[in-house]
């Protein structure tokens, strides 16, 4: 857990400074931007016996299909894969004759948490609808642990979800990225290390929410003069914070900029530390918050609900951006009218990241048929996209999108063991997830209700105990 | 790489292969009864003239070789917009409902099908061939009549321009009418009693002397059918003592009603089932997103149709109307948890045609009208594409405005 560790370890440096500083006030200057990390994940994986998984079909995330190999995790990393592997003693053996590992399903889009279940009022806390730019809110204040949603994601194989807020400003805010772990406290979900991502939303939800206020943005041109007044303001703030850093330590008297947290975690983007996840539909759209991205200095991690996609396609991997999309959804609203089936498969075709999401409770539960049918259609049209292939629009592209593709979204040594069990062909409509590990820690185990998360929400639901699927 | 030629090649081979006449042979047939392996049906003027094994080829027919595939009846999604919304957020686009407080009951969503609506292609090429279209409640309780649709390429669209009288209790009720759920129960029973008053006293009432009614004459002569039984009432309800008070009420007045939705059936399975109460069912919805649904499980479906009741299939979740033919992923979850393949299978063919009267429809069978579709492996699985759709017999293009759009950017993607 060498990740856990070095984590810690800045941790622990970070508080240590922030105490020392605290104490001598009177003493020489520290200088110092103001902490990054204020809310740290608290999320650690106990240590777990070795296992093994025996014999099992794999699709590797990587694009590759294995058949009947062994899996090994040792101290929650993937260890090795390979036939009939020699395993250190006291190793646990898992069967896995005749069914299927994938990595961990990895949704880039969820509200889960922030728009939990039940859908009354006082839990709906997933857009701060007051003000066009919200850069300064964080969607993990707006997490409810007890989120009875959480459970029924990692019954189909969920092991890494990113929150988002809303589409209803320009700039929502912060999104973070959390484990599918049981915990009382969103800390100890957070994924550690995990970037944190900015929400941006182009088109027709922002201008319409504000449109009828009366107040700006209520057009595409509103939109883009919103977000660009946002990043001028961002880049004086984060040159004055240069300037400041450069020139305090030579010069005592020099006071530091005031805090703004609008505009610090925008600052966050321009200095690459927090990704762009855009609320996207329209290719043309696309191509604008591609030129702004320019003019202004920074990435575009991804563009989510990205419809029109396919008419892109080939702009998208010039610039290494992930299209994040649905199989099939349509027609809710005119951006979302040119849809089509094939648009996975055409991005991909195109060589760019593409990448499928939920946005949605009950879909983030059946992710795996999604896939299934973005592979189908694109297989109708005439391709000949593989499972194996087809997989990493679940695993490894989404973790690119999250910048954690080192550490998660395929089944290669040294990565962390978020796997998922199932009893048949991954893709198939009738096959169940039936176990799942985050960083080796067995978290949902269909045939044992003992080892299923259940929230506090369902206690005493209904039938005292029962589990229902 | 030249796939795109060789999809529109097929395209073109499948549409000049329109004729009167065709034999599909050794399709693997699923219905309500199972599965006939290896089997060839004969179609001849709109009508399925043969079915069996080995059935002998005439000289005049189109052949579709369907080995390794599978056939089933049309899809039947039984709870849908089709043809009453284009884009959801535009509200000009939308006809199910409507805040007219005259007419609620008497809103006939048939009056404002449109044919020519872009999800009527988009469904049908990828195997639904009807579908129930279900007005919307916004004031008061009732929503309207529903319609039967078939989703042909000529000709009107609606077969049933009035199935059912569609009313909503329960939450979403309470709210409209004024805070409690009781209110809603009391509202309907007003409104029935007043129907029966209205059918009883008719030229009294048309004189001037009698009492006033809380709805519309319009609205209690959408009513008529309804009490007496001759016209399903469709109830939208989750909660399980909600669906025993309806239960009560449907017993009482005499009712021949179906539950939709009913989340939480399968807690009063053996009521429904008792009852004779058909029930349209989301299978995918297993969260508690409101205090009405605590008991959403997935197995809902599974369970009361093992407890008898006959079970009618919507499609998936956020996704009713658009996708509408994703009936078929809802069927193949139902099986997933636990209800048996024929059943799901019925319960999006048989079931609804049998349920809403629509004779030779839902069933392949010598004598029913042919609508049917070969799938390209098991009929439930999602890698399973709809290679031919026959509605009335008829060979529909597998042409949508979204395939268009697709063709249109592959060929550039394909230059690139």
Known sequence: ?469 | MRPLVTFVCLLLTLSQARADSILIRNADLYSGNGVSPATDILVRNGTIVAVGPGLDIPADVTIFEAKGKSITAGLFNSSTQLGVVEVGAIAATNDYSSDNERFTAALKVADAVNPSSTLIPQNRIHGLTHALVMPRTKVGIFAGQAAIIQLGTEGSTVVNDSVAVVVELGEAAAKRVGGSRAIALAILREALDDARDYRDNREEVLKGNRRDYALSLADLSALDPVITGDKPLIVTVHRASDISAVLALGATYQLKLILSGATEGWRVADAIAAAGVPVIVNVANNLPKSYETLGARLDNAARLDAAGVTVLLMGMNRDQTHNAYLVRQAAGNAVANGMAKSAAIAAMTSNPARVFGLQGAGDIAVGSAANLVVWGGDPLELTSEAELVLINGRNIPLVSRSTQLRDRYFQRLQKD
């Open chain 1, 1 to 469: 857990m060498g990740l856990i560790r070095t984590y810690w370890a800045t941790a622990l440096l970070v508080t240590l400074l922030v105490g020392c500083s605290a104490e001598t006030p009177s003493s020489k200057k520290t200088v110092s931007y103001p902490d990054k990390n204020p809310f740290p994940s608290t999320y650690s994986a106990t240590q777990q016996s070795p296992f093994v998984i025996r014999a099992v079909n794999v699709l590797t995330g990587t694009g590759e299909q294995r058949e009947a190999v062994d899996v090994l995790v040792v101290e929650g990393k993937i260890s090795s894969i390979g036939e009939a592997l020699n395993v250190p003693g006291k190793t646990i053996e898992v069967d896995g004759k005749g069914k299927w590992l994938t990595p961990g399903l990895i949704d880039v889009h969820s509200h889960m948490g922030v728009y939990p279940s039940p859908q009354t009022s006082n839990h709906s806390d997933v857009n701060e609808a007051t003000s066009p730019v919200t850069a300064r809110v964080w969607a993990e204040h707006s997490v409810w642990p007890q989120d009875p949603a959480f459970e029924k994601a990692i019954a189909g194989g969920i092991t890494t979800f990113q929150v988002l807020p809303g589409s209803a400003n320009l700039i929502g805010g912060r999104g973070v990225t959390l484990k599918n772990v049981p915990s009382v406290t969103v800390q100890g979900m957070k994924f550690p290390g995990a970037p944190y991502s900015l929400k941006m939303a182009c088109g027709e939800n922002p201008k319409r929410v504000y449109g009828a206020k009366l107040v700006t943005p209520s057009t595409r041109m509103g939109n883009m003069a919103g977000y660009r007044a946002a990043w001028i303001k961002a880049q004086k703030y984060s040159d004055d914070w240069n300037q400041y850093l450069e020139k305090s330590a030579t010069d005592e008297d020099l006071l530091p900029p005031e805090r703004d947290l609008e505009l610090e975690t925008l600052k966050g983007v321009l200095d690459g530390e927090i990704r762009i996840h855009n609320h996207c539909y329209k290719a043309d759209e696309m191509a604008q918050m591609i030129d702004m991205s320019r003019e202004f200095g920074y990435e575009i991690a991804a563009f989510h609900h990205a419809i029109e996609a396919y008419k892109l396609a080939p702009l998208l991997a010039e610039n290494n951006i992930c299209a994040v999309m649905w199989a099939d959804w349509w027609g809710f609203k005119q951006e979302a009218f040119d849809m089509v089936r094939e648009n996975i498969a055409m991005v991909d075709y195109a060589q760019a990241c593409a990448v499928i999401h939920s946005d949605d409770p009950l879909q983030i539960q059946r992710l795996n048929q999604e896939v299934a049918k973005a592979m189908s259609a694109g297989n109708r049209m005439g391709l000949d996209i593989k499972p194996a292939q087809a997989i990493r629009w679940l695993t490894l592209n989404p973790a690119k999108s999250l910048g954690l593709d080192d550490k998660i979204g395929s089944i290669e040594s040294g990565k962390n063991a978020d796997l998922v069990l199932w009893d048949g062909p991954p893709l198939s409509v009738y096959s169940h997830a039936t176990q799942v590990w985050i960083d080796g820690v067995l978290r949902f185990d269909k045939t044992r209700p003992g080892v299923r998360p259940t929230s506090d929400f369902n206690v005493g639901i209904l039938v005292p105990g029962e589990n229902r699927p």
